[in-house]
């Protein structure tokens, strides 16, 4: 499953619990009040088949039907079987020869009491005749006054446990059945889902459609998609392969999902496993804002199509979801992770595997950039809470578990399993594990013993620590030069917080010397140097600080840590100026000279800007030009300013949208009144680029936001102009409201509030006018009391009345941004109501937030930032200018 997340602060109390006898920590920061224990649920009977037949009633927005569940009695003896089933009808349930059975009916299950009891192995089949206008699970789209062109579909969406919405089941993945599905809808319409289509039945105004899969899969995997599509035909290996999109977007459905044979052919060769089934379908539909790996047929929502301008810049992250959501046939579909405790076996692969894609697909320098930002996503959302990567507490569905650590975190594991095995064994190992538990259910203890039986490697530790634990290595490294021993030492400690959450990590890193070849060779080419690496152990017998020296022929002329970058940690490494400008201009690895960058961004030294202006024009790669911009934006001063006005305006358009984006971004950073001249030349700069229009929405998104932040004249005016210039998902309005919002003035406050609560306006659009009202609760401090209040006024409505769960949920963080605290009850009481587990959780993350934040402590902490920030500021001031005097003399 692919999601769109927000990471919020995520207070409350902790537990603790044991997973295979081992204690799991207590996490920090995540559980909400009322979160409990879950474990997967008894099954006294295994589920076999499930058969669905039933009808669709798009005018009341309703299905009837039939559900017929097969089962094999695993108990001794089976007297009742409960079925999960929320807010349905029943109207009759009976065994398959029709004779009827008892039952009751509590708010989640349906209790079904059998006509005698069935003993071990015994097969018999319960039909539930019933009907819902389901809330969840199923949905109904339509056209509507926001979106008149939005043509009729229905969709499916059952993870983590929707499907008991619309149809009685086992809503839980510790269990596999074949599934069949007889779908009666109108004539027109055209039906999409597992596994094959066996018939087509005419009836006049409508069709009935037959599917069945026969590979048993966990209920939460079944797919209908019912809409009048466009079909774009592709292959593999001789299996279809097929694109449904609605009919004006087909020239784009190859945009986004062109690469899927090719894909197919890469996961297929790299885990030696063939793709298990005999076609592959993706859907793209309306309302749906993620993507979800239903077997045989993934599910694509309509914010993830690529138009052909997106695809110039925006195409390689959009199109790493296809890539996600293709890997999870493999894992997560063949082979589920048993309960969502252990999801990271479902998502952290799929996570993993998307960017071993972009390594085949787009080289090692973008793999090994999008590892970084994995880890940063990951970083981000640890600095607001912390848990292992399985953990049973959580409410309800347990949706909040599809985080950063389950993705981000899990893909990072597999990173450092495949560093620490070898690329050979690790494929091996894969291999292994997919043909051990294929069409089985799976929880970490079968990796780690399938890794372990493979490879011949203890795993223990290894799982114990970046699995069971929570947290990861926080390094400070210091590096020195003894010349007269010709000795290298390098202080390496870890600075995270050890306690029962967190260890001190026992892990091997390497550590590279690029040293000149002769006292001579000092030019930095390849010729004249050589690399001496060394492995060490840290972390061993609980040692948090350790040093360790190398014999060397001459000084090194670079050292880097954990060169190629396989260890998910922070890195705090001080090293001189003439190192980094060295690292920056010779390393010919992509981290390196992003380490470099971000290290000389934090130099207050003329010779540190140089060489970061040499290598935002001329690095062979875009990713550490855009490292250098940001670092550049961290400089504040005029040399710096100008590098960045000089990229924006003059690097090609085409080849390097992403780099003036974060050009334009840093632009923003010359604040007025602080910086009046600089903010004025970064505010022309970016009005030129947004008044002329640039072919890329990347850098439109980041002109507007970046404009928005320098705070001068004319700003507003021209961000609510352009309000009105269509783009792509409303992409590049979500960069507008954010830049209203930077600006400080109240007026922008009703502005957005307007095209928040403007019921036609596109939902994409309100999304972005609810996120832009919440930039104004982190910039609070900027605005009066009464604007705070109408922001605070307009959210609240939206949270109780939007259509759009993604609205409802961006209210309210926006809401917990602005740290009101009488939106508590209007969260509290539509949390309790709501039926969306991603929303709900936004919702009460929010009202706990508001409930645990003291207002003047928080106006404390944010005094003290600016004061602190002034001083910094003065700080670098004296620095230049003393730089600047030395020079004179």
Known sequence: MYCNRTYTIQLGDGYSLMVMGTPTPQARSFELPGDTIHYAPDRPADVQHVRLTFELDFEQEMVRGTASTTFVALYEEVRTIALDAVALQIEKVALADGQTLDYSVTDKQLIVTLDRPYTHGETFTVDVTYQARPRAGLHFVKPAPEDPTRPVQVFTYGQPRYHSHWFPCHDSPNDRATTEMIVTVPAELQTVSNGRLLSTTDNGATKTYHWRHDIPHAVYLVSLVVGDFAVVEDSYNRKPVTYYVRKDRRDDALLYMGKTPQMLSFFSEYTGVEYPYDHYTQTVVEIFTGAMEHTTATTHGFTLLLDQRASLDLGPEYVSVVAHELAHQWFGDLVTCRDWANGWLNEGFATYFENLWNEHDLGTDFFKHSMLELQAGYLSEDAHYRRPVVYHVYHDGGFELFDAHLYNKGGWVLHMLRHQLGDAMFRRAIKAYLERYREKEVITADLERTLEEVTGRSMAQFFQQWIYSGGYPAFEVNYSWDNEQKLAKVKIKQTQKIDDLTPCFVT???????????????????????????????????????????????????????????????????????????????????????????????????????????????????????????????????????????????????????????????????????????????????????????????????????????????????????IERPSWNNYVQRGIFNGLASTGEDRVVDSMAGYL???????????????????????????????????????????????????RSAAAHALAALREKRAIEVLERQAAQEHDSGVQRSMRVAAHVLRTTDEDQEQVKQLRKDLDELREENRKLKEQLSNLEARIK
């Not at 947004?690 to 929405?697: F, H, K, R, T, V």
């Not at 980041?702 to 705070?711: M, P, Q, V």
């Not at 609560?757 to 009066?784: D, E, F």
């Open 757 to 807: 609560l403007n019921t036609s306006n596109h939902p994409t659009l309100r999304r972005g006018a609810a996120v832009g009202l919440g930039q104004i609760g982190r910039q609070r401090y900027l605005y009066s009391r009464a604007a705070r209040e109408r922001a605070v006024t307009a959210l609240c409505v939206a949270v109780e009345h939007d259509s759009w769960g993604p609205v």
């Open 508 to 722: 091997p890193v390497d550590l590279a010397f690029t040293i000149p070849v002769s006292e001579k060779a000092t030019d930095g080419q390849a010729q004249g140097t050589q690399v001496v690496s060394r492995r060490v152990l840290v972390g061993e017998d609980g040692q948090i600080e350790q040093s360790f020296y190398f014999p060397l022929e001459r000084e090194p002329l670079m050292v880097r840590f954990d060169p190629d970058g396989w260890l998910l940690k922070t890195l705090k490494f001080e090293r001189s100026t003439q190192l980094l400008q060295y690292q920056l201009q010779y390393d010919p690895d992509v981290l390196g000279r992003i380490e470099a960058a971000e290290s000389l961004g934090d130099k207050d030294e003329v010779e540190a800007v140089a060489a970061l202006g040499v290598a935002l024009n001329h690095d062979a790669f875009w990713g550490v030009r855009c490292v250098v911009a940001a670092a550049l934006g961290k400089q504040g001063t005029s040399l710096a300013q100008g590098i960045l006005l000089q990229a924006l305006e003059q690097l090609d358009p085409t080849q390097f949208s992403r780099v003036r984006a974060i050009a334009a971004t840093a632009l923003g950073t010359f604040q007025h009144p602080q910086r009046e001249e600089m903010a004025r030349q970064s505010a022309q700069a970016l009005q030129k680029v947004l008044e002329a229009g640039d072919i890329s929405y990347r850098v439109e998104y980041a002109a507007s936001e970046a404009l928005g932040k320098t705070r001068t004249e004319r700003s507003v005016d021209l961000l609510t102009k352009l």
